[in-house]
């Protein structure tokens, strides 16, 4: 193999760039090229190419989002998007592909594998965390750490107040982000996709908590919350309660920001192992974290297989919010 791609697709993740960097200069040591694909498959089918070197990266390891861009492509979903796609690298003498991104991203080059004769290697980075095989995504840390930074700060002028916040972090489909950064803000109680929300013991938890003494009560939810979202959650508790509340919606300040240290070593890391895995001939795995180890995953399990949550979490919260 001489030369290689890497591309970013989906939802952009504090971290990639320095998943890429990691990926362009592990591959100068097995004297690979490597061609950038800016604005994700979308840059794939347009030949939006930039050549990378180890020095083209420089300073680029500290910062947010993805300086190849990244694009949601509808025509890959395609027959002809793939075969397109796959004329494009072979045209471009592209042996080896490394696309950056979520489950999405990976439907897509699971299909570009079984259509040409190119060789792939996923990397899982999406702040949702949401992809199986691997503990963590590029980015999660970093956005959970952006979420919890504004919770303390609303935990201030809760407790000042002495008021009910409804804090909406990302999560369309999961609640991996509202998990964790509940835990770490002590929220009063965490409502995600995963679990039925029950708005009739949530108005008693809120009650009890100010009962007992509580300056502040902050309920964190999910986006994709299946009560609603957070003002129809809000909504639902104060027809019952009758209670002055805030909402505060955290939005795509999630996003965005230098990646934490814990992000820039797992896309250090994974981004080698990629390089590592294609030198070595392999061909259809997502390499991810498990307890510590690089691990190997099958591109087709990502995709098909759900991430499990540590429900015992939920648990703790509960036990926590006391
Ligand atoms: P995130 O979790 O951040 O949303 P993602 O990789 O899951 O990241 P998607 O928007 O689902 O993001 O997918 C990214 C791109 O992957 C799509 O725009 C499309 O080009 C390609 N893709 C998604 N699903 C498929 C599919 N079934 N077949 C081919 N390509 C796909």
Not at 64 to 72: E, I, P
Not at 187 to 209: G, H, M, S
Not at 252 to 280: C, F, M, N, Y
Request: aromatic share 6%; hydrophobic share 40%; proline share 2%.
């Amino acid at each position: 193999m001489k030369k290689i791609g890497v591309l970013t697709s989906g939802g952009d993740a504090p971290g990639m760039n320095a998943c890429i960097r990691a990926v362009v200069r592990c591959a100068a040591r097995y004297k690979l090229e490597v061609i950038g694909i800016q604005r994700g498959y979308y840059g794939l089918l347009e030949k939006d190419f930039i050549g990378l070197t180890p020095r083209s990266v420089a300073n680029t390891i500290q910062r947010g989002g993805t300086f190849l861009g990244s694009a949601r492509c509808e025509e890959m979903k395609t027959e002809e998007g793939i075969n397109k796609a796959v004329q494009v690298l072979r045209k471009e003498g592209i042996e080896g592909l490394i696309p950056i991104g979520g489950d999405g991203t990976f439907r897509g080059v699971v299909a570009l594998a079984k259509a040409g004769d190119i060789k792939v290697i996923g990397i899982p980075a999406t702040i949702d965390n949401d992809v199986y095989g691997t503990d963590y995504a590029i980015g999660f840390d970093t956005a959970v750490n952006t979420a919890l930074e504004a919770i303390d700060k609303i935990r201030d002028t809760a407790g000042s107040l002495q008021r009910l916040f409804f804090v909406e972090v990302m999560g369309r489909d999961r609640g991996f982000i509202a998990l964790d950064v509940g835990i770490a803000g002590g929220a009063e109680d965490i409502l995600i996709p995963e679990t039925k929300t029950e708005i009739e013991q949530l108005c008693l938890n809120i009650r009890r908590n100010f009962k007992k003494g509580k300056k502040s009560n902050i309920v964190v939810v999910a986006e994709g919350d299946e009560a609603g979202g957070v003002f129809q959650v809000a909504q639902q508790v104060w027809e019952r309660l009758r209670l002055d509340y805030r909402v505060c919606v955290l939005g795509h300040i999630q996003r965005g920001g230098s990646p934490t240290a814990r992000d820039r070593i797992l896309a250090s890391k994974l981004g080698a192992a990629a390089v590592d895995a294609l030198a070595e001939d392999k061909s259809g795995f997502m390499v991810g974290e498990l307890s510590g180890e690089i691990a190997l995953t099958p591109l087709e399990e990502t995709c098909t297989k759900r991430k499990r949550m540590d429900g015992s979490l939920l648990q703790l919260v509960k036990v926590l919010a006391t």
